[in-house]
């Protein structure tokens, strides 16, 4: 084995080195999130960012590809930890042909890589080929001299990739396995490559994309065929390193020291509890690079997963006696292992431990309520005479209180009681469906495009930085209909458009947050309006409307290949105007708010820009205004605006930002703004900043946690909305009869004098709701030496009927109080108990209500001192004072 390619960096950099000498571009990995690709959550293999790639294979920026790509998959969490093949952040090597070389030089490459570069031994290796690839086969056998006993037949399942949908590109693929050795096999006499034990680990999986699935069931042979691997760094980097798993590699080895050393003193840690803690360690590498690219926990989508993997981490450790967050003091580990081939992470070590923390705080406020809200159904179940929690309430304490699972059956054990994790599980999927179908992550494949080609030769090449104009020739084209192509602007709502590929175009097609260019395409006598340009593959596409209906491409041809263009040089400007305004802001807001301001988001149109940035608190006023100036001092100050191509690691170097969401390749374009920003960025801009003109905030708001959004204008745009705001204040200063400069000051005595007049109107339902409630405790009933009280009171809103319930129990000593109040064509309860009773265990409002509930059609719920119930049947008062004393009897007896 070779002892120089032993660390998982020395093994990144072996995989790159060896393929970018045999021809391959060398290929940043991609976002974890990503970019234009409704179909997935996360990045979960390294073709993802070339998947256009193989839908169209011409013209593109480079035939041969390599990456280093960050993953993350979440399919089977209860698997992480366990196994050696499961985790849900990895990274994948991976070497991509798009219609350039095939299986016999995959396969060479593949041989030559594990066994000439890295030395392991042939003994230890096995291939699995699909059932029907005799190609594959016989390059295994006949070209490389693997015997065929150590080559495997599998099936679709196995050795068959795609498509994703119904339709697409798909292929068989072969299979790279090292035998781990019998100690870990099942012990099955069928044990061999494809088995399910740890024996036989697969490492590398090489995918021939050589089909495209039609509708009708027919795999048709592409035209060019590619190659797609996938080779997990984990996996490799624990056979190098000669460790029993990939979590005692150089990966994860600190990570599990220190969560080792968070156990408390005396802790006799057993295999499951290991497992407990490597599944701990993964799901904070997932934490920390998912964070740090400004992706946060929430309750919807990417978020949710986020949320649901941290508070796995912390169950575990809640069940090991560790009841405070301490996932954020990892993230220096994480990144001290990571940071020499991601070094964003080190830009945002700080951030990214604030935001686990702030979510790790969140969940223990959250385990502190909803224990009541467990033991509330512990008591419901023993009632019942019940063995064990229900599905639906297992799931309500993981969907409401963020219980996980795993601290439900933990707390549930401990009570004697059993989980229906079937039922949980029924539930779990139902609210999975409802969150795809929200989200719009639709898991259908990409069609392949076809177009009618019209002239051979490059295409595609974006002359818009140097010019909005001029002549160009037609590539290919297609008839389109409108109304499949939704959310574009058409003159007409009917009929046919046209989608050009030309060998050079000056349009800008949408990206980075800027939306695509207008204007139009002249073709011999026909004119057509571009409404939308956008990339497919390596192509810019024009999507063209026809001046006249009607009008079709049909005169193309060899001697009618040649078009004018033009792009709307306002519209241009009006959109350069915002995109350099957005650079100025994130300036500015790293400036007045700080350093750890990060972009998260933005649109750039004509008419408006949207800037979202990670920030943890609503902006002030004074902090606004003094953004606000800031960007337009520098406005006033006429700024240069410079354009300069760099190599990546060098823009990075001299201070440039750039964004986790965009992919860059190895030159990139830098927008210098004088010393005030240097920023990655392929969009257009003005040529200083004079001609912005003027910046004006409209808007600030919170759209995630964590993330805030700005909203401006700039130009003409801002000036007319001041003219708007002005026209406001002239007419409120009519309708409130004072001078513009007074109009603030009149507001807010109005506001004052209704203050007073709520205040007078709370003095007065206040006094009459004290008299009901003196009488209704007057006749209040003794059931077995318990005070029960009930009536109606006249509170204008839950609020009011709630405060009573204080009221009640501030002046009884002891007892129990229902008070009811109509609202909305609703009837309303509250029932309260005083903390005697709870303590004696003899009664709890939230009991009470559920028996109550029966009596009165609705339903409610609360705890055990305060609860609420609410009903349709307002008519229902009655029925339930009546029932309220021989309830209390039966539950004080009982």
């Known amino acids: 084995m070779n002892e120089t390619i032993r660390s998982a960096h020395e093994i990144r950099r072996a995989y790159i080195d060896f393929f970018v000498k045999r021809g391959h571009t060398e290929v940043p990995g991609a976002p974890l999130v990503p970019k234009g690709d409704p179909t997935l959550l996360f990045t979960s293999a390294g073709m993802?960012?070339?998947?256009?790639?193989?839908?169209?294979?011409?013209?593109?920026?480079?035939?041969?590809?390599?990456?280093?790509?960050?993953?993350?998959?979440?399919?089977?969490?209860?698997?992480?930890?366990?196994?050696?093949?499961?985790?849900?952040?990895?990274?994948?090597?991976?070497?991509?042909?798009?219609?350039?070389?095939?299986?016999?030089?995959?396969?060479?490459?593949?041989?030559?890589?594990?066994?000439?570069?890295?030395?392991?031994?042939?003994?230890?290796?096995?291939?699995?080929?699909?059932?029907?690839?005799?190609?594959?086969?016989?390059?295994?056998?006949?070209?490389?001299?693997?015997?065929?006993?150590?080559?495997?037949?599998?099936?679709?399942?196995?050795?068959?990739?795609?498509?994703?949908?119904?339709?697409?590109?798909?292929?068989?693929?072969?299979?790279?396995?090292?035998?781990?050795?019998?100690?870990?096999?099942?012990?099955?006499?069928?044990?061999?490559?494809?088995?399910?034990?740890?024996?036989?680990?697969?490492?590398?999986?090489?995918?021939?994309?050589?089909?495209?699935?039609?509708?009708?069931?027919?795999?048709?042979?592409?035209?060019?065929?590619?190659?797609?691997?996938?080779?997990?760094?984990?996996?490799?980097?624990?056979?190098?390193?000669?460790?029993?798993?990939?979590?005692?590699?150089?990966?994860?080895?600190?990570?599990?020291?220190?969560?080792?050393?968070?156990?408390?003193?005396?802790?006799?840690?057993?295999?499951?509890?290991?497992?407990?803690?490597?599944?701990?360690?993964?799901?904070?590498?997932?934490?920390?690079?998912?964070?740090?690219?400004?992706?946060?926990?929430?309750?919807?989508?990417?978020?949710?997963?986020?949320?649901?993997?941290?508070?796995?981490?912390?169950?575990?450790?809640?069940?090991?006696?560790?009841?405070?967050?301490?996932?954020?003091?990892?993230?220096?580990?994480?990144?001290?292992?990571?940071?020499?081939?991601?070094?964003?992470?080190?830009?945002?070590?700080?951030?990214?431990?604030?935001?686990?923390?702030?979510?790790?705080?969140?969940?223990?406020?959250?385990?502190?309520?909803?224990?009541?809200?467990?033991?509330?159904?512990?008591?419901?179940?023993?009632?019942?005479?019940?063995?064990?929690?229900?599905?639906?309430?297992?799931?309500?304490?993981?969907?409401?209180?963020?219980?996980?699972?795993?601290?439900?059956?933990?707390?549930?054990?401990?009570?004697?009681?059993?989980?229906?994790?079937?039922?949980?599980?029924?539930?779990?999927?139902?609210?999975?469906?409802?969150?795809?179908?929200?989200?719009?992550?639709?898991?259908?494949?990409?069609?392949?495009?076809?177009?009618?080609?019209?002239?051979?030769?490059?295409?595609?090449?974006?002359?818009?930085?140097?010019?909005v104009g001029g002549e160009a020739l037609v590539r290919s084209f297609r008839v389109v209909d409108k109304a499949k192509i939704p959310g574009v602007s058409w003159h007409r709502g009917e009929g046919k458009a046209v989608e050009f590929i030309l060998d050079r175009t000056p349009f800008y097609a949408a990206s980075g947050g800027q939306v695509a260019d207008t204007g139009w395409i002249k073709l011999g006598a026909g004119l057509y309006h571009v409404r939308d340009v956008f990339k497919r593959g390596g192509e810019i596409v024009h999507l063209a409307e026809p001046a006249e209906p009607g009008t079709a491409p049909d005169g193309i041809g060899e001697r009618n290949v040649c078009v004018q263009v033009q792009v709307n040089d306002q519209h241009r400007l009006a959109i350069a105007r915002n995109h350099t305004a957005t650079h100025l802001l994130q300036a500015a807001l790293r400036e007045v708010v700080g350093g750890h301001v990060t972009q998260a988001g933005s649109l750039v149109d004509a008419e408006h820009l949207r800037f979202d940035f990670n920030h943890f608190q609503a902006l002030t006023e004074s902090a606004k205004r003094m953004i606000e100036e800031r960007v337009n001092v520098w406005i006033r100050d006429a700024v240069p605006v410079g354009i300069e191509w760099l190599e990546y690691r060098e823009a990075i170097e001299r201070g440039a930002t750039a964004l986790f969401e965009e992919k860059y390749g190895a030159k990139v374009r830098t927008v210098t703004i004088g010393n005030v920003s240097m920023e990655l960025c392929g969009g257009t801009h003005v040529s200083n900043t004079g001609q912005i003109g003027a910046f004006l905030i409209t808007a600030e708001s919170s759209v995630a946690a964590g993330v805030r959004r700005i909203e401006a204008l700039t130009g003409a745009g801002a000036v007319e909305h001041i003219h708007s705001l002005t026209g406001r204040v002239a007419r409120l200063s009519e309708l409130l009869r004072v001078s513009p400069s007074d109009v603030i000051g009149r507001v807010g005595s109005l506001i004052d004098e209704i203050d007073g007049l709520k205040r007078e109107i709370r003095r007065l339902e206040k006094g009459e709701i004290g008299g009901e409630l003196d009488r209704i405790i007057r006749e209040a009933q003794d059931v077995d030496g318990i005070l029960v009280a009930s009536g109606r009171v006249s509170a204008g809103d839950l609020s009011a009927l709630r405060n009573q319930a204080d009221v009640f129990r501030n002046r009884v000593g002891s007892g129990v109080a229902v008070f009811s109040a109509p609202f909305k064509d609703r009837m309303q309860y509250i029932v309260t108990v005083t903390d005697d009773l709870i303590e004696e265990g003899r009664l709890a409002a939230d009991g009470l209500v559920r028996r109550l509930s029966e009596v009165a059609g609705g339903g409610g719920g609360g705890k055990r001192h305060l609860a609420q119930l609410g009903t349709r049947d307002t008519e229902s008062e009655g029925k339930v004072f009546e029932a309220l004393p021989g309830i209390v009897r039966e539950l004080v007896s009982g």
């Open 48 to 467: 993802v960012q070339f998947k256009e790639y193989y839908l169209q294979i011409d013209n593109l920026p480079y035939a041969r590809a390599a990456s280093v790509q960050k993953c993350l998959r979440a399919g089977d969490l209860d698997s992480v930890g366990r196994t050696l093949r499961h985790n849900t952040f990895f990274e994948m090597l991976g070497n991509f042909s798009f219609g350039d070389y095939f299986k016999e030089e995959a396969i060479t490459w593949g041989w030559e890589f594990v066994v000439d570069l890295l030395g392991l031994d042939t003994n230890k290796l096995y291939v699995s080929i699909y059932e029907d690839d005799d190609e594959a086969f016989t390059i295994w056998n006949e070209r490389i001299g693997v015997p065929a006993e150590r080559i495997y037949r599998l099936g679709r399942d196995d050795n068959f990739w795609g498509p994703v949908g119904k339709t697409g590109i798909c292929g068989p693929c072969s299979e790279i396995y090292y035998d781990t050795g019998a100690g870990r096999s099942c012990g099955s006499k069928d044990c061999a490559p494809g088995c399910d034990c740890d024996r036989f680990l697969e490492f590398w999986n090489l995918v021939f994309p050589q089909f495209y699935l039609e509708e009708n069931g027919t795999y048709r042979p592409l035209e060019k065929p590619g190659i797609d691997t996938g080779l997990g760094l984990e996996r490799l980097a624990m056979i190098m390193q000669g460790v029993e798993d990939n979590f005692h590699t150089d990966l994860f080895a600190p990570i599990l020291d220190a969560l080792i050393g968070l156990l408390p003193s005396g802790f006799n840690m057993s295999k499951e509890d290991r497992m407990g803690i490597n599944m701990v360690a993964d799901h904070v590498r997932a934490l920390t690079f998912t964070v740090s690219e400004g992706i946060y926990p929430s309750n919807e989508g990417r978020g949710y997963l986020l949320r649901r993997l941290l508070r796995r981490a912390l169950t575990r450790y809640y069940t090991f006696g560790v009841g405070e967050p301490f996932l954020h003091g990892l993230v220096d580990t994480v990144v001290d292992i990571m940071r020499e081939d991601y070094p964003e992470l080190e830009q945002r070590r700080r951030d990214t431990a604030m935001i686990i923390q702030a979510e790790e705080k969140n969940f223990f406020r959250t385990l502190e309520d909803g224990t009541g809200r467990f033991s509330a159904i512990v008591d419901e179940v023993r009632e019942k005479g019940g063995t064990g929690i229900d599905g639906e309430r297992a799931f309500l304490l993981y969907d409401t209180f963020g219980f996980p699972l795993e601290l439900t059956r933990e707390l549930a054990s401990k009570e004697g009681l059993g989980i229906d994790e079937a039922g949980f599980e029924k539930a779990m999927e139902q609210q999975r469906r409802r969150a795809q179908e929200k989200s719009g992550f639709t898991g259908e494949e990409q069609e392949l495009v076809s177009m009618t080609g019209v002239t051979e030769g490059d295409s595609s090449e974006f002359t818009g930085y140097e010019t």
